[in-house]
């Protein structure tokens, strides 16, 4: 299940499960959304991204929705492995410069 | 080759000292960034360099000293930092006139301060 402690929302799954990781953007005028995977000891990896003219992309086991109404991204994860373990940031850009992270969803697998 | 790396990994120091950090990438990338990321938050923007000028500079103190000598190397001089300061410092790059999304982050340098 979900928590949210005073920092970091963590979602625990079992190796298998689906698992969904959720995030609220704040800027209307973002038109590209990134979701990054950052491993215990490294920097952040791309994972996928979906312009603002979509509502949902997929790639290898992973699917990003996004809703522009409610301002919402997901992640999901198809088929949760322990090697997905890590902590998931979503990010926004409105421009060809900087972006602007959410807060961040640590996921434990559990085998 | 398309890595960002960082040296030192781990970096220990005093509030008196002077050090530096070092970012590579050899990806002809003409966009770079230094972040801060305190534990269990998410990275944050410091400097960004483009074509080796310095174009955002995110009120950082004045403590914390960039530097772009050439369009492979960037810097960071550190001086007369706080305990606060502790943390793990990313460097990041893209192409330039490229969108942000298209970022390679390096692994980071973990810095204490004493």
């Known amino acids: 299940g979900e928590s949210v402690g005073l920092h970091l929302p963590t979602l625990s799954v079992q190796e298998g499960d689906n698992s969904i990781i959720n995030c609220a953007y704040s800027?209307?005028?973002?038109?590209?959304f990134i979701w990054y995977k950052q491993e215990s000891g490294k920097g952040p990896q791309f994972i996928i991204d979906?312009?603002?003219?979509?509502d949902k992309r997929q790639g290898q086991r992973v699917t990003v929705l996004l809703n522009k109404t409610v301002k919402h991204l997901s992640l999901q994860i198809a088929a949760t492995q322990p090697g997905d373990s890590a902590v998931y940031f979503c990010?926004?850009?409105?421009?060809?410069?900087?972006?602007?992270f959410g807060k961040g969803t640590m996921l434990l697998v559990s085998p | 080759d398309t890595e960002v790396t960082q040296t030192p990994k781990h970096l220990v120091m005093g509030m008196t000292n002077k050090k530096s950090l070092k970012c590579e990438q050899h990806m002809g990338h003409r966009a770079m960034y230094w972040y801060k990321q305190k534990a269990k938050k998410p990275p944050e923007l410091m400097f960004v360099y483009s074509y080796e000028k310095l174009s955002i500079n995110e009120s950082v103190p004045s403590r914390f000293s960039p530097e772009c000598p050439n369009s492979s190397l960037l810097n960071l001089h550190l001086h007369a930092l706080q305990p606060e300061d502790s943390a793990l410092y990313l460097c990041?790059?893209?192409?330039?006139?490229?969108?942000?999304?298209?970022?390679?982050f390096g692994p980071g340098t973990r810095l204490t301060v004493l």
């Open positions: 800027n209307s005028a973002s038109d590209y």
């Open positions: 979906i312009r603002s003219n979509m």
């Open positions: 990041a790059s893209r192409l330039a006139g490229g969108r942000a999304d298209t970022q390679y």
């Open positions: 990010a926004e850009t409105s421009g060809y410069s900087t972006l602007t």
